[in-house]
């Protein structure tokens, strides 16, 4: 505030301005910017002065709607922190009830209507940490609420995304690597804005990620789910950082994806080499293959912050118990949204039909969050080790039949029919089963 | 076992070993050593398959007595951990009630015994995190009680370590230097092995910071707890590790200290410079002096540690509630265990009073746990502070009365009579208060 100002107000309060201060005051009372910078410098020696008195903790200001002047005094006392960009990794909701809700399992995080739908009957939230959930119930995901929890994405728009007509399962890699990679469709030159699993785009952070990931959907590791790594990093990172100022962030690297039964078991058989460091869980549809080096009641913490004066905060885990409810909800996606694009009987319907029933949902934590992440390595190694059993079944076959044309038995993954396949399959299974041990082994 | 070890087992049991095994041992019979190793790579390999098969989780090995070989097996399986040195940074008691605590306040680190007597009548312990303690209540600390807890120190042992008779705060002081530094007594040659404060020996990490300690207990700030920081140490780390093998242990440095009234009110003063890095509880003997920049509640976990498949572990907080049932026994143990040695009004008695009386208990937390510790800084400006402020007084006696000796009247600390000191204060409190703001913000 200028002089005139300072005077008019001081008239208007009847307030005596001390002389000390209009001795400084006045020899500058022309210098508007001047007066202005003595009011700050001054205020700012009188707050600290109140301050550290002891007398009071609190300080209130009247800004007269020019709240710049405040501000910059608070500035000047170190006591003006800008907001966090976010309170936690996950946008907590407006709901009185889950105020002190601050802890979420880390399989809903592309779909947090869904989650807080299904834990909407709860009374009380975890908090601090997520604990033990084995009393917890996840309110039931009818076909009728898969339905109601869609995204107001048209039937039209989705058969643009995810394809008029598919032949094989190759054609839904596909669609999730082009979701993955922001690849327009070669056919229908439609973008895949969305996946039935991700009620948004994409996270910032999995763009970190997103080379690796492209790489797995295009081999048939289809991706749902997944974090980077992060050890320590600044709270105010643009893609990892959430809560105050000042903390430090840390993930584990946390991946989740569908993939066929053959490959799930191959994998079941090579994790033990990465244990401890990796923890996994395989589950198929109906849940009667089940398979886990996990704690059956702990979960993982694979999202935590350390911030000045507070317990750790750690905001998202691994939980086994809520994962069961979430493959429900997982595969039920595959049909609800995808599958009941096309008639029934169609090829098309076929094919989701068998992603649901020879696909295993999978999630993958490494521990080794100082690391750089080894999901990548384990899921390379599954798809080398199928590939080294098949190399193995076609010179055993070569053997057998030696009139065979070992290499035109062994077309290009992509592009094959799915019945060709389901063909060749069915000639494959009746083969004695591959020496998967020894496979194993020689990797 | 040998070949012919394994013909008698055989044959006692009645069972047939398999031709393909014969061939392959009868040829090294008589080659002891080659048949044990056979053994033991064959059997790693059959419980790898078993394993492997999905069939079963568990192994069950009769070791006959010899369990090298079992070991051997489990050793090449990857399945055998070695114990954890400690499951948790301080010792878990053996009480069946306490069975899921892992969580306690620093403060009693050096006194377990006592937290587990000030705690039993608890129906529930913390476990995962502190949480908020406001309805904590911790058994009461009576005389007797503190008494009870001493340790078979005899008086007379503690006269030769603390001191027959002391003169001033300085010799106090050196108790406490002597103990960190593991110097002997320079007249009676007795060494410090414990102070009030400490149950047990020093903590093998207090070894890592053992010359900071030293240096600020020799100039007065008499320090009773303290850790170094840690940010991600093997959970095997010979000093600071604890839990299961894979982890990171993480520390944020702490220190807690009696220090004067006068350079507790500096540190007061220069330690808003240091937020929100460092959080601090400054409290007095009967606690009207009570100061913090803590949330009045919550908690600080200092002590945590990641573990694969876990949430995170946080066993050791600084606790806002907790810390003022400390302070009553930490100023308990002044007179019980140290000024009870000396007769009523004796010059030692008094000086240990003067100690609880004119001493403040501080507490600090440096958040910043990657970087080097900033508490020693935060020490050393508040004894710089002083040092000035003095200074400056002393020339400004100096101008009131030129024909004084200025360096006459500022004999070296270490050595002065206690009463010459009260003197001298009391000479020094009639002055004005020095003029504090203007020497805090000279540094």
Not at 349 to 357: E, G, Q, S, T, Y
Not at 394 to 417: C, F, I, M, T
Request: glycine share 6%; net charge negative.
């Amino acid at each position: 505030m200028g002089y005139e100002s300072l005077k008019h107000i001081a008239k208007l309060g009847g307030l005596d301005v001390p002389r000390a201060i209009l001795d400084i005051v006045e020899p500058i009372k022309d210098n508007d910017e001047a007066v202005r910078k003595f009011g700050i410098d001054f205020a700012t020696e009188q707050c600290r002065e109140i301050l550290e008195s002891g007398v009071t903790y609190g300080l209130h200001f009247y800004t007269l709607n020019r709240e710049v002047a405040s501000l910059t005094i608070l500035k000047k006392l170190g006591l003006w922190s800008p907001e966090p960009q976010k309170l936690l990794p996950w946008k907590p909701t407006a709901n009185v009830s889950r105020f002190h809700e601050d802890v979420r399992p880390i399989f809903w995080s592309s779909r947090p209507k869904s989650y807080v739908a299904r834990t909407s009957e709860w009374e009380e939230f975890p908090n601090g940490r997520w604990g033990n959930s084995s009393a917890a119930t996840f309110g039931d995901v009818s076909e009728h609420h898969l339905f109601y929890m869609r995204s107001k994405t048209s039937k039209e728009q989705r058969l643009n995304m995810w394809g008029r007509q598919l032949v094989g399962e190759e054609d839904v890699w596909k669609v999730f690597y082009n979701f993955i990679t922001d690849t327009p469709d070669e056919e229908s030159g439609a973008k895949v804005t969305r996946i039935p699993w991700n009620e948004e785009e994409l996270a910032a952070e999995t763009m970190l990620i997103a080379s690796e990931l492209a790489d797995l959907n295009r081999r048939g590791v289809l991706t749902i789910n997944s974090q980077p790594s992060a050890n320590g990093e600044p709270s105010t990172h643009p893609e990892l950082g959430w809560g105050n100022p000042g903390g430090y962030i840390y993930q584990k690297a946390y991946l989740e994806f569908f993939v066929s039964a053959e490959r799930a078991m191959i994998l079941k058989q090579i994790i033990h080499k990465y244990e401890p460091r990796v923890n996994y869980h395989i589950i198929n549809f109906n849940g009667d293959e089940d398979f886990t080096n996990c704690d059956h009641l702990e979960p993982i913490a694979v999202t935590w912050g350390v911030f000045p004066g507070k317990e750790i905060v750690q905001p998202t885990v691994v939980d086994p118990i809520a994962f069961k409810f979430w493959k429900d909800e997982a595969y039920g996606l595959w049909e609800e949204y995808w599958g009941s694009l096309y008639p029934e009987n169609s090829v098309s319907r076929r094919v989701i039909d068998h992603m649901v029933h020879n696909y295993y949902l999978v999630n993958l934590v490494d521990n080794s969050f100082p690391e750089p992440s080894i999901l990548w390595t384990v899921c390379n190694e599954m798809l080398e080790v199928e590939d080294s059993m098949k190399k193995q079944k076609r010179l055993k076959q070569a053997r057998k039949n030696p009139s065979g044309d070992e290499y035109g038995r062994w077309p290009g993954k992509v592009g094959r029919k799915f019945e060709e396949r389901e063909m060749e399959k069915a000639s494959e299974d009746s083969d004695d089963s591959p020496p998967k041990a020894v496979a194993v082994e020689g990797q």
